[in-house]
């Protein structure tokens, strides 16, 4: 595992998982760097350790800043409503604004969606849909990522500590029979993801079965097969969105992002 602090950016860093993602790095010794749409909520909400960088996804004037520098992002993106809160605004386009803002600059990249992702259907404005899509352009950037997919936050057992990683997100029914995991485990994942080098290149859902958590995440990481170069959806995934039904500007977008990152 590389051990020397990041310059860590976490996008929705005053969310309910942003914000442990933020306790979590800085507690590895990371420099963290919160976006945040309202300093004030970020500064009543964050450890007064976390540097506060303003911005909105849905702004990319506001973005380039955030980005400058950073070794590593971590997208905890939540949307809640319409038009430029919309899933598609919010946890599609933001994730593509915060890439395009990169300009060249190729640092690691963790995003969070949702177990279930692979799912079609129109609930909460496509959001499952949305995030997906999110997830095609982090894997078609080339940057090194990891992709987690929780289950169903804080709804675990009490016994329920010993993370689980899946693959193929066949669990879809859309509720906690899913899976469930405690923020807390998520946000202690989404940080190690940053420096194990078994993470790079993996997506997984994350859920919580009985028994104590593990010292080392590494092996779980190794475990997972990767996602494969030059595709993409995540390995094992049901190709149940086929590109050529895509819209156009979705299509456009891969393509923006993966010239950006190839230049
Ligand atoms: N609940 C579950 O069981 C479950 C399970 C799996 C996945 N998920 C998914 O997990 C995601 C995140 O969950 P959460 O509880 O952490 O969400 P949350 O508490 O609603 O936090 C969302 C974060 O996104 C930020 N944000 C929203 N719009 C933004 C914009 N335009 N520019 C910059 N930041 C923006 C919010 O900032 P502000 O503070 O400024 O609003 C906040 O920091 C959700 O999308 C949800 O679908 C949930």
Redesign the pocket.
């Known amino acids: 595992m590389t051990t020397e602090p990041l310059t860590v950016l976490v996008?929705?860093?005053?969310?309910?998982?942003?914000r442990l993602v933020v306790t979590e790095a800085l507690a590895r010794g990371h420099t963290v760097r919160a976006?945040?749409?309202?300093t004030a909520?970020g500064a009543r909400v964050l450890a007064k350790e976390a540097e506060l960088v303003v911005?909105?996804?849905?702004r990319p004037e506001t973005l380039i800043g955030a980005v400058d520098g950073a070794d590593a992002i971590v997208l905890?993106?939540?949307?809640?409503g319409t038009g430029d809160?919309s899933p598609e605004a919010?946890?599609y386009a933001?994730v593509r604004n915060i890439l395009t803002a990169l300009r060249g600059q190729r640092p690691r990249v963790t995003l969070?969606t949702?177990?279930g992702v692979t799912g079609r259907g129109s609930a909460y404005g496509h959001?499952l849909e949305w995030k997906r899509r999110s997830e095609r352009l982090v894997r078609a950037s080339g940057l090194t990522h990891t992709i987690v997919r929780?289950?169903?936050?804080d709804m675990n057992g009490p016994d329920d500590h010993r993370p689980v990683f899946l693959q193929g997100d066949r669990h879809r029914s859309g509720g906690p029979a899913d899976g469930a995991v405690a923020r807390n485990q998520i946000a202690r994942v989404l940080v190690e993801t940053l420096t194990a080098p078994e993470a790079a290149g993996r997506t997984f859902e994350l859920v919580a079965e009985r028994g104590s958590a593990p010292d080392d995440l590494g092996p779980l990481f190794a475990a997972l097969d990767l996602d494969e170069p030059g595709t993409v959806d995540a390995v094992h995934d049901e190709a149940n969105m086929p590109l050529a039904d895509e819209p156009q500007g979705v299509r456009d977008d891969l393509t923006t992002v993966r010239a950006l990152t190839a230049s």
Request: proline content about 3%; charged content about 15%; cysteine-free.
């Open positions: 996008v929705g860093a005053t969310g309910s998982i942003g976006l945040v749409r309202d909520k911005g909105d996804v849905t905890t993106l939540g949307s809640f809160s919010v946890d933001g969070m949702s177990i959001l929780p289950g169903w936050f």
